[in-house]
């Protein structure tokens, strides 16, 4: 006799509303691994698709194409008259590759920056979406019709899309982005001064490759985003811890503590994760540096598009008159992580050296994406964009900071900087944000340790939350389970 489905419904399926992937996948994805973690066994009969789509809250429509989606799969089977039951016989599944080396295996031989790989981490970056993700855009916001549309105009062209492209980036982007920088950055440049990189680490990879070598000193931000630091030791550049403060990276410290350092790594805009801006003395004061020495300065404009509190700051660079300044840009934060589109604005004599590294170590990005962005840009859909997500990201923020105040208070003070898509809860009583930030992950939320951000500077405790990818109306049952998480610690 066939099982029959008791007790509430398939209690182990749960819809994330804040989630990039569609309900639909949600749904599927985990009905398909309850079957392979034998959560639902083998000739279990799933409850009808009406009362599953009404507790779900989707469509009917929608859960039948889920059901259908599976049955395809051979997940599950339809008995006339009887309903949708789990298959008696499963696909079968791919044997695991044994993924951990057998003990006493020799370690692999690696290059020096192989070897030097092994003592970082690439965690951050690949965490999974889940509510207060820090530097995660409201995709569900995302205008997916319009880009489409761009997509669909460039690909038409067939062939013309379909070559490597030039190793600088496509002109019609450079043009796109430059007249951008003019109208929002107050930073001219021509747009052979662009070259196109596959993402903002990409740029910075090729940046330290063409002006620095292994050994050469580069003044960091301490605390500082920690895939940066750490692509920066990879390269094998000397890290130099620079302390910063409520105006920035101290140049004069820094100046004092590494004097031969060849490169200045730097966020003046909006500093990640304390979110200060770098004061206009202290720019002179680095710019001044940079000429003095002959070294480089390569600016991480971060977050620069949403600022909540007056208008963008100028970039460092609009105002260095000696052609100091390395200019790294990105549309992840902008537009969506995933388009892995970059890029860097250079001195007019560093272009022909940068063009020609670039082509040797990734060539260029795929140029139907390039193509697609500049349509969006040139369309003015990317400036209708940003307004929407300035205004939609100062309400989130808004309401994070009133809602976090209420739910946190006694447990972590709330600071939102002027501008960005994060926020820091400043923990109380001296708690551990380690430890807080475990609560965390133990309660289904997502946010980073200000720890695993600091190089040499301790500071107290506090923990980085995304703000941006919340929707209004999940912030405060969310900070209240933050809360909650908190209180157990």
């Not at 964009?385 to 208070?409: C, D, K, N, V």
């Amino acid at each position: 006799m066939a099982k029959q489905f008791e007790g509430p419904i398939l209690p182990f399926l749960r819809l994330d509303a804040a989630a990039a992937l569609p309900k639909f996948r949600q749904v599927q994805d985990q009905l398909r691994l309850a079957i392979l973690r034998g959560h639902l066994r083998a000739g279990t009969r799933l409850p009808a698709s009406r009362i599953l789509a009404q507790e779900l809250g989707l469509s009917r429509q929608t859960l039948v194409r889920v059901l259908e989606n599976l049955k395809a799969e051979g997940f599950l089977e339809a008995r006339q008259g009887a309903g949708t039951f789990v298959s008696a016989a499963l696909p079968p599944q791919s044997p695991k590759p044994r993924f951990a080396p057998a003990e006493g295996d020799a370690p692999p031989r690696l290059s020096r920056i192989g070897a030097l790989s092994r003592s970082v981490s690439a965690d951050i970056g690949q965490m999974e979406q889940k509510p207060f993700l820090p530097n995660q855009p409201a995709l569900d916001r995302f205008p997916f019709a319009v880009w489409r549309k761009c997509w669909n105009a460039v690909t038409r062209g067939g062939r013309a899309a379909m070559g490597y492209g030039d190793v600088a980036g496509e002109l019609m982007l450079r043009q796109r982005i430059a007249e951008y920088l003019a109208l929002h950055r107050r930073d001219s440049c021509d747009p052979e001064q662009i070259v196109i990189t596959p993402g903002g680490h990409a740029a910075f990879t090729l940046a330290a490759l063409a002006l620095a070598d292994p050994g050469d000193g580069i003044w960091f931000e301490d605390p500082g985003p920690v895939t940066t630091s750490n692509l920066f030791r990879t390269l094998g550049l000397r890290l130099c811890p620079v302390e910063v403060d409520s105006d920035g990276m101290d140049v004069a410290g820094a100046m004092a503590r590494h004097p031969d350092a060849r490169l200045a790594f730097v966020m003046p805009s909006r500093h990640h994760p304390l979110g200060v801006t770098l004061s206009l003395p202290r720019r002179l004061a680095l710019l001044e540096w940079a000429r003095v020495n002959d070294t480089w300065i390569i600016e991480d404009d971060y977050d620069s598009e949403f600022r909540y509190d007056g208008a963008p700051l100028p970039s460092m660079r609009s105002v260095d008159s000696h052609g100091r300044v390395i200019y790294a840009g990105s549309f992840s934060k902008a537009l969506y992580p995933g388009i892995r589109v970059g890029y860097l604005v250079l001195p007019p004599q560093l272009v022909g050296a940068f063009r020609n590294l670039s082509a040797l170590i990734h060539r260029s990005v795929p140029v139907e994406t390039q193509l697609a962005l500049a349509e969006f840009i040139g369309g003015g859909h990317f400036a209708s964009h940003l307004r929407r997500m300035r205004s939609l990201y100062a309400e989130r923020r808004e309401t994070f900071q009133q809602a976090g105040r209420i739910a946190l208070g006694g447990l972590a003070r709330v600071d939102c900087s002027e501008s960005g898509l994060n926020a820091l809860a400043w923990l109380e009583d001296g708690r551990d944000d380690r430890t807080a930030h475990r609560a965390a992950l133990d309660a289904g939320l997502q946010c980073y340790p200000l720890s695993d951000y600091a190089i040499v500077t301790p500071r107290p405790g506090a923990l980085i939350l995304g703000y941006a990818g919340v929707p209004t109306e999940r912030m405060t049952p969310y900070l209240g389970r933050l809360a909650e998480a908190l209180s157990r610690q």
